[in-house]
């Protein structure tokens, strides 16, 4: 799946076509490119409350997509500054051209490979099954052969969005990484791998995975393939956790972007990494990969207030700022950008205590870096950035508080 986009900086938008399906859509099954006023949370915050999906953010307006009841509604609101659907993009890169990235199959080849290769340290099981009957995979490395000493957790997800492949083929590369620093002898990675378990779970959409690359066209899907009630596919996995759920920033409409199904934990995937989290005792770090935009976000998200333990809102503070320092991506509180309720990292801390963590990969903006697809060849850099604190994570699994007691290079 070699990407080469085309980017013509003359058409302003690189690219958001939705192709729900290769057949002519209906026009209420449309989907909608619109550049919309917005020069802060608040505005950002009502556009979202439509179940439009915000995909870019500018000082004073946003990108999204929107189906065509979305679409009324801002238009009554007076926000569309311009329908930028007629300049989108139509025949996007072949993922054929992308042959870094991995599909389900590679991906499931390359997990089973490593774990043939690190028979002794590691575990690969499934999570769950998707709605298609997919394993979502889960891999585990332990360096610790005694079954019975239980040692701090951290689990790394990516995939929620299925057109989001470069947060799939990220924590795959890192795994790859600290298996292979591991056997070369790196004292840090053999110390880290020795008292900690670390938990991979590099693709909980795999059903939207395949979907988006099957025409060899990118149709810039996101959610999951359930056939709602009304013949429109998808629930947003990223809107259906149960804390928070359903109170702003996602929608009720089956053919929204970030329709929030019928009720918390409704899809197959989202009720796979519940439960896989609940079965580690000891888990304090979680980290899902996402893409696009180059961001450190922590929760609330369905909250403009802040956390309320003090110690913990330093915490999270104080370990986005420092992870920030290696990767260059802007560390916030996740509803500095929008209201969005129902995601992973609201309901990990919120519901768990878990010190849950969304990055937002490279690249920064849309048009001069690529969108959803930046092409494989932005893969070393982005790994290399996220190095660290994917260590630095998995060192601060014991007790995150212990972020507050030292810099960077912890």
């Excluded at 938008?13 to 020069?39: P, W």
């Excluded at 079965?279 to 770090?285: D, P, Q, T």
């Excluded at 330093?314 to 916030?332: C, D, I, N, S």
């Amino acid at each position: 799946m070699k990407n080469t986009l085309s980017i013509f900086l003359s058409c302003f938008l690189f690219v958001v076509f939705n192709g729900i399906s290769q057949l002519a859509q209906t026009e209420t099954q449309r989907t909608y490119v619109l550049k919309l006023k917005a020069s802060d949370s608040f505005q950002r915050t009502m556009i979202a409350n439509t179940g439009a999906a915000i995909d870019f953010i500018n000082s004073d307006y946003v990108i999204a997509t929107a189906v065509l009841e979305e679409k009324n509604k801002l238009e009554k609101m007076g926000l569309i500054l311009e329908d930028l659907t007629s300049r989108t993009m139509q025949s996007m890169t072949f993922p054929s051209e992308d042959s870094e990235y991995h599909d389900y199959s590679e991906l499931t080849k390359a997990l089973q490979d490593l774990h043939s290769e690190f028979p002794q340290i590691t575990e690969l099981k499934s999570a769950g099954r998707s709605i298609e009957g997919r394993e979502i995979w889960a891999f585990m490395v332990r360096g610790e052969q005694d079954p019975n000493k239980e040692l701090p957790q951290a689990l790394f997800m990516g995939g929620h969005h299925a057109r989001e492949h470069l947060s799939v083929d990220t924590p795959l590369r890192l795994l790859k990484w600290l298996l292979a620093e591991y056997k070369k002898g790196n004292r840090k990675v053999i110390d880290l791998v020795n008292s900690r378990e670390i938990h991979m779970i590099p693709a909980v959409n795999p059903d939207g995975l395949e979907y988006d690359i099957s025409t060899n066209k990118y149709k810039m899907w996101r959610k999951n393939r359930k056939q709602n009630h009304d013949g429109t596919y998808g629930v947003d996995l990223n809107r259906n956790y149960g804390f928070g759920w359903g109170t702003g920033g996602s929608s009720k409409n089956p053919n929204s972007d970030t329709y929030m199904g019928t009720s918390p934990f409704s899809e197959p995937e989202s009720k796979a990494i519940k439960n896989y989290v609940e079965s580690l005792k000891k888990i304090k770090i979680l980290l899902s990969y996402h893409t696009f935009s180059s961001l450190i976000l922590y929760p609330w998200g369905h909250l403009d207030n802040k956390i309320p333990n003090q110690k913990d809102h330093q915490t999270f503070v104080k370990m986005a700022e420092t992870m920030a320092q290696w990767t260059g991506y802007t560390p916030q509180q996740s509803a500095e950008l929008y209201i969005a309720s129902g995601d992973t990292c609201d309901w990990a801390y919120g519901e768990h205590g878990i010190f849950a963590f969304t990055f937002e990969l490279d690249p920064r903006d849309q048009w001069s870096g690529g969108g959803f697809y930046p092409g494989d060849e932005i893969l070393d850099s982005v790994v290399a950035k996220n190095t660290e604190p994917f260590l630095y994570l998995i060192g601060l699994a014991d007790n995150p508080h212990r972020a507050l007691d030292f810099g960077i290079g912890f």
